[in-house]
T-cell receptor, first 114, second 112 residues
């Protein structure tokens, strides 16, 4: 079965500093990968998704970017963090087939921008 | 994707069955019903999904009405560890994004 790893688990960064969050997946190949953000007390907001190496689609314009350098590695980055970037960042992997899709989530990274 | 409506919160006594309702009156024929839950400070966890028939797995049962306009997630013997926010999502299979829209869900509190 698939396992999703995210690190770091928590991060406190000053405004204007860079960001790099990493997600890796085990137990599956060629997955669809997703980055979500969850603000406190809110639902999930899709930020980026990727259907393969080097293929990134952005759902929300912002100062964040994503990259997929390897099949099972997904990275979320920023050159300069904003206060509004604080939140709970979740990486997810989609397993599908047969006309359905189920997403499995990593443990998340809690980012606080001060 | 069809819109879903869930009560904002529910309580359930430990050891009793928790029945979480979800209305999805605009569901289309090719849309599945998915349930996820999110325990505090953790990533969402997939529970179960179904199309027309009732489904059961090791975590829960999913009852879908015959007209498919509503469904109920049943946790047969709730434990304190089942305290979480439960999300009902309705969507059809699509290539590409397959993003899941998580609304505000139902906050289930299991009471000792």
């Amino acid at each position: 079965s698939q396992t999703i790893h995210q690190w770091p688990a928590t991060l406190v960064q000053p405004v204007g500093s860079p960001l790099s969050l990493e997600c890796t997946v085990e137990g599956t190949s060629n997955p669809n990968l997703y980055w979500y953000r969850q603000a406190a007390g809110r639902g999930l907001q899709l930020l980026f998704y990727s259907v393969g190496i080097g293929q990134i689609s952005s759902e929300v314009p912002q100062n964040l970017s994503a990259s997929r350098p390897q099949d099972r590695q997904f990275i979320l980055s920023s050159k300069k963090l904003l206060l509004s970037d604080s939140g709970f960042y979740l990486c997810a992997c989609r397993l599908g087939g047969g006309g359905t899709d189920t997403q499995y989530f990593g443990p998340g990274t809690r980012l606080t921008v001060l | 994707d069809a819109k879903t409506t869930q009560p904002p919160s529910m309580d359930c006594a430990e050891g009793r069955a928790a029945n979480l309702p979800c209305n999805h009156s605009t569901i289309s024929g090719n849309e599945y019903v998915y349930w996820y839950r999110q325990i505090h400070s953790q990533g969402p966890q997939y529970i179960i999904h179904g199309l027309k028939n009732n489904e059961t797995n090791e975590m829960a049962s999913l009852i879908i009405t015959e007209d498919r306009k509503s469904s109920t997630l049943i946790l047969p013997h709730a434990t304190l560890r089942d305290t979480a926010v439960y999300y009902c999502i309705v969507r059809a299979y699509q290539t590409g994004a397959n993003n899941l829209f998580f609304g505000t869900g139902t906050r289930l509190t299991v009471i000792p």
